[in-house]
C-alpha cells in the first residue's frame, strides 16, 4: 500500500516561496514518476510538475516552469516542490499523486494520492 502525505502549504503574499513535501510510504522506488498537480476551486486538477523514476528527469507545466522546482531525496523517501515568485494564480490545493504506468500528463494514470495542502496566494 502507497501512502503520500503533503505539507507545507500555507498563506502568502505574491512574490514569496513556499517549499511543498511529500512524505511517502509504500513502493515508491518503482514509480514511474512522482508528480504534483494542483486544484483550484472551480477548476479541474491539472498537472504542475513531474520527476521520473530515475530522479534523472523533471517536467514542468507552462505556468510554473521557471519558478518552480521538484526534487526528491530517496533517503526520506520525500518529494519536494519549490515554488518561487508566487502569483495569485497559483492559489489552488496542491497534490502528491505516484504513477506506474508512464505518461506524466496523464492523470487517470496516477494511482496514489495525498490529501491535498493548500496554498493561498494574496496580498
Known amino acids: 500500500q502507497v501512502q503520500l502525505r503533503e505539507s507545507g502549504g500555507g498563506s502568502v503574499q505574491p512574490g514569496d516561496s513556499l517549499r511543498l513535501s511529500c512524505a511517502t510510504s509504500?513502493?515508491?522506488?518503482?514509480?514511474?514518476?512522482m508528480s504534483w498537480f494542483r486544484q483550484a476551486p472551480t477548476k479541474e486538477r491539472e498537472f504542475v510538475a513531474a520527476i521520473s523514476g530515475s530522479g534523472l528527469s523533471t517536467y514542468y507545466a507552462n505556468s510554473v516552469k521557471g519558478r518552480s522546482t521538484i526534487s526528491r531525496d530517496t533517503a526520506k523517501n520525500t518529494v519536494y516542490l519549490q515554488m518561487n515568485s508566487l502569483k495569485p494564480e497559483d492559489t489552488a490545493v496542491y497534490y502528491c499523486a505516484a504513477n506506474y504506468r508512464s505518461s506524466y500528463l496523464r492523470i487517470q494514470n496516477y494511482d496514489y494520492w495525498g490529501q491535498g495542502t493548500q496554498v493561498t496566494v494574496s496580498s
Open positions: 509504500g513502493r515508491i522506488a518503482s514509480a514511474d514518476y
